[in-house]
């Protein structure tokens, strides 16, 4: 009975912590992605710059960002690409243009 009383107080905390954006442990700022993403050129690393300035400026919504980061450090291979292609895309969907 103890069990079940502890498992049924358990699964709504637990719940709820999966359900919080694992980011808050760690800033998502440049340095942090470029690292997750693996960039290797100096291009990369500047998309990278603009698209956290576009966040920061309040252009690019820091959802879309955090969403399209975490989708596409899942990813096997190819990490920047998916993020940068995912990005623009979904960012284009909503109106804005990520040059």
């Known amino acids: ?3 079940l009383l502890f498992a049924a ?9 999966l ?5 808050w442990a760690e800033p998502l700022d440049a340095k942090t992605m470029k690292v997750a993403l693996h960039t290797a050129t100096p291009q990369e690393d500047g998309f990278i710059d603009r698209v956290v300035a576009l966040m920061e400026k309040g ?8 969403s399209t980061f975490l989708w596409a450090r899942k990813k096997t291979r190819n990490k920047f690409y998916y993020f940068k292609y995912g990005l623009i895309r979904r960012a284009a969907e909503i109106g804005i243009v990520i040059q």
């Not at 107080?9 to 912590?17: G, K, N, Q, S």
């Not at 359900?19 to 980011?23: A, E, W």
């Not at 252009?59 to 955090?66: D, G, S, W, Y």
């Open 19 to 23: 359900s919080i954006s694992p980011t």
């Open 59 to 66: 252009t690019l919504p820091r959802a879309l960002v955090e």
């Open 9 to 17: 107080v358990l699964l709504p905390v637990c719940w709820v912590a």
């Open 1 to 3: 009975m103890k069990r």
